[in-house]
């Protein structure tokens, strides 16, 4: 990019609206014979930014593996070329940050610190460690926030709107606005934000500055009032900010930054219409068959499951909660099967292998103690396939969400949208999602195992009328702010 005074001055770019995410829209596999192949990703932002048509707008975003690098070094502007792909209209500009101090940032910072802060996943007794190679992470995790920042300050038109994505930017808006005072900055948390006292975990210089970075926003929207609030916490009690706990706003050193809620729903015509496509009939014909019918001739009952294999998620209580359901209520051995999926995510980091291999290990000590010649009690998938998660959300007479702690879990929000017959909704307090569906959900305290039991007994045993009842409202408070509506509520409150 051009010099920065030169840019301050003159700015010369010209996209109006801006995001920026670590994860970008697309990403980019190095076939055998050299080419590139290109993949949409999914979730909320992709859908939500197709809100926009507008051409001059920009998706800023960090290359993350070597098929993403090889991409950018064909774009030499930096734009991608996307070859007609439609993304939602936009450019995509595909950032080629050195591997170390990406991994650093990503993994060392991101994932590994603000991930584990955020979502109260400490082992606090062994960790964390905040040493000398932890300060090297974290001045990677400046230097990666720059490149953002600057890349944005490049591409931004006067005035324009710019939606920093998440834990991964939080030094951007700040270091933006260094740049570009004529902005209008948003920075939007997908994740929980921690409760002052885990907060205070971090080293004290680390927590004032991803505070004071994200006041750098003009506003700082969060997912549910809940983390909002916890946000503001900590800004009074690290910064000693002043907090409007009914204006919603924070202000510390002479400047006032607004706080947003903006409740993600599903996308429920995609939903419908995607859940309908042969391939995911075809999933669901093959699942129904493995779910099977008990000894009595009734078709079995289900407990399904989807996540990322994400330490957060829950699921290794989950499947000691289906365990000590099928000890205690012996009732339902050969009566209902739980269908898990996991797939792969952050293999990078030990913690998710390890947990991937607890996972792996509980559901075959669970399919040692219960299976049959004719029973399956157990269906898990490590890997990804998206049609075959909504076949399972359509079979789903249960569906489990458990979390730790989650900013929203839109698991809870889509299986009510999808499922064919009416599916109880078991649901930790801790998910964002909660805040929505508590009225007609199973809640849990996801800690419990035995409450966790009861509640998926009361699930498989709520009678069809009543379960079809709550899921119709379930899916109805679900799609109340569909990804375009979201987005754009969020441009709007900008100015
Ligand atoms: C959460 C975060 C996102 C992130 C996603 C997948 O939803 O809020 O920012 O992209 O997890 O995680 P990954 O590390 O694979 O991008």
Redesign the pocket.
């Known amino acids: 990019m051009g010099d920065l005074a030169t840019e301050r001055s003159n700015p010369t770019g010209r996209a109006p609206i801006l995001v920026a ?3 970008g829209p697309v990403s980019f596999t190095l076939e055998d014979d050299g080419s590139l192949t290109l993949r949409r990703g999914g979730g909320g932002l992709v859908s939500g930014l197709s809100a926009i048509d507008d051409p001059s707008s920009v998706w800023v975003c960090a290359a993350l593996g070597d098929a993403d690098r090889a991409a950018t070094r064909r774009s030499p502007d930096g734009r991608l070329d996307l070859g007609g792909f439609e993304v939602g209209g936009q450019a995509v500009r595909m950032l080629d940050i050195d591997p170390g101090t990406f991994g650093r940032a990503y993994n060392g910072i991101a ?1 590994s610190s603000l991930w584990f802060v955020h979502h109260l996943l400490y082992d606090t007794p062994v960790s964390p460690l905040f040493d000398d190679r932890f300060r090297r992470e974290w001045e990677s995790y400046g230097v990666y926030n720059s490149a953002f920042a600057q890349a944005l300050a490049a591409e931004a038109a006067p005035g324009a709107a710019v939606l920093v ?4 930017l939080s030094l951007v808006p700040t270091q933006l606005r260094a740049f570009r005072p004529d902005l209008r900055i948003g920075h939007f948390s ?2 929980p934000w921690a409760p002052p006292e885990y907060y205070r975990m971090l080293p004290d210089d680390v927590a004032e500055a991803v505070l004071t970075g994200i006041l750098g926003a003009d506003r700082a929207a969060f997912l549910t009032l809940r983390w909002a609030l916890a946000f503001a916490d900590c800004c009074e009690a690290v910064l000693g900010a002043t907090v409007d706990r009914d204006a919603l706003t924070v202000t510390c050193a002479g400047r006032t930054t607004r706080l947003g809620v903006h409740g993600l729903g599903a996308d429920a015509d995609f939903l419908r219409s995607r859940s309908h496509q042969p391939d995911v009939d075809a999933r669901l014909a093959t699942l129904r068959e493995a779910v099977g019918h008990s000894a009595d001739g009734a078709p079995r009952r289900t407990v399904v499951r989807v996540d ?1 294999t994400e330490l957060s998620k829950n699921i290794v209580r989950g499947l000691l909660a289906y365990r000590h359901l099928l000890r205690t209520r012996p009732e339902w051995q050969d009566r209902v099967v739980h269908v898990a999926f996991a797939y792969p ?2 293999h990078d980091l030990p913690e998710y292998r390890e947990y991937t291999a607890a996972v792996r290990r509980v559901a075959q000590e669970i399919d040692d103690e219960f299976r049959t010649a004719t029973w399956q009690p157990l269906i898990l998938h490590v890997n990804d396939d998206f049609p075959r998660s909504l076949a399972a959300y359509r079979l789903a007479d249960v569906a489990l969400v458990n979390p730790i702690r989650d ?1 929203m879990n839109l698991v809870a929000k889509e299986v009510p949208v999808v499922s064919d017959a009416g599916c109880a909704l078991v649901l930790s307090r801790e998910a964002g999602a909660y805040a929505e569906l508590a009225d007609d959900a199973i809640t849990v305290n996801p800690y419990d195992i035995v409450a966790t039991a009861e509640a998926l007994h009361q699930g498989l045993t709520m009678p069809a009328d009543e379960r079809a009842d709550r899921t119709k409202r379930l899916a109805a408070a679900s799609t109340a702010l569909p990804p375009r509506q979201w987005f754009l509520d969020q441009l709007h409150a900008l100015g």
Do not use: A
């Open positions: 995410s670590n994860r994932n994505q998440d834990y991964h997908h994740t990322r995510s952050r900013g």
